[in-house]
T-cell receptor
Framework: QKEVEQDPGPLSVPEGAIVSLNCTYS??????FMWYRQYSRKGPELLMYTYSSGNKEDGRFTAQVDKSSKYISLFIRDSQPSDSATYLC??????????FGTGTRLTIIP | DTAVSQTPKYLVTQMGNDKSIKCEQNLGHDTMYWYKQDSKKFLKIMFS???????INETVPNRFSPKSPDKAHLNLHINSLELGDSAVYFC????????????FGQGTRLTVV
């Protein structure tokens, strides 16, 4: 069993819909939680990170962390075709080593 | 100006060859990394250097040898390439500390034939 589990999708939603992406993890020692977006043939780019439990909002993106359930989410409001990409969750113990999920491939249909 | 740049972008080579991938960052970060992304998009850390010092060395065959001449550069040399080494290799950098806000390069797509 992987330390971080993520549904690989693919996930297709119509433009304007709210998208929910999720990861579960097994190690309760993880402290920092990140979401990366990766376009095809490009490197991952950091969208957001949160420390411990709670919510964080940045524009159309909201990240949620529930440490009691070992569950993190990324919500995308008013989804756009330009949001079509693979979304990777990542987490660490407060050190340099990031542990990634396998990524969810998202397509926003115009 | 590219923040983290890798060369080459594509690399096709035969089994048994030795090859190198170069990485440079102009962000002033202390820490650099090599990650491997397999065909299923799973991204796994291989090495991490902080100020030219190796701080993370995951279970990677010793055919892979990273080298950091200075804190802005981290190269990856691979000896005796095998078919299973085919993947996309990403260089990344971050400030020392929590490892958050890592910036990734564009990747080097290595194909071993």
């Amino acid at each position: 069993q992987k330390e971080v589990e993520q549904d690989p999708g693919p996930l297709s939603v119509p433009e304007g819909a709210i998208v929910s992406l999720n990861c579960t993890y097994s190690n309760s020692a993880f402290q920092y939680f990140m979401w990366y977006r990766q376009y095809s043939r490009k490197g991952p780019e950091l969208l957001m990170y949160t420390y411990s439990s709670g919510n964080k909002e940045d524009g159309r993106f909201t990240a949620q962390v529930d440490k009691s359930s070992k569950y993190i989410s990324l919500f995308i409001r008013d989804s756009q075709p330009s949001d079509s990409a693979t979304y990777l969750c990542a987490m660490n113990f407060g050190n340099e080593k990031l542990t990634f999920g396998t990524g969810t491939r998202l397509t926003i249909i115009p | 100006d590219t923040a983290v740049s890798q060369t080459p972008k594509y690399l096709v080579t035969q089994m048994g060859n030795d090859k190198s991938i170069k990485c440079e960052q102009n962000l002033g970060h202390d820490t650099m990394y090599w990650y491997k992304q397999d065909s299923k998009k799973f991204l796994k850390i291989m090495f991490s250097y902080n100020n030219k010092e190796l701080i993370i060395n995951e279970t990677v065959p010793n055919r892979f040898s990273p080298k950091s001449p200075d804190k802005a550069h981290l190269n990856l040399h691979i000896n005796s390439l095998e078919l299973g080494d085919s993947a996309v290799y990403f260089c990344a950098s971050s400030q020392r500390g929590t490892g958050t806000e890592a910036f990734f390069g564009q990747g080097t797509r290595l194909t071993v034939v």
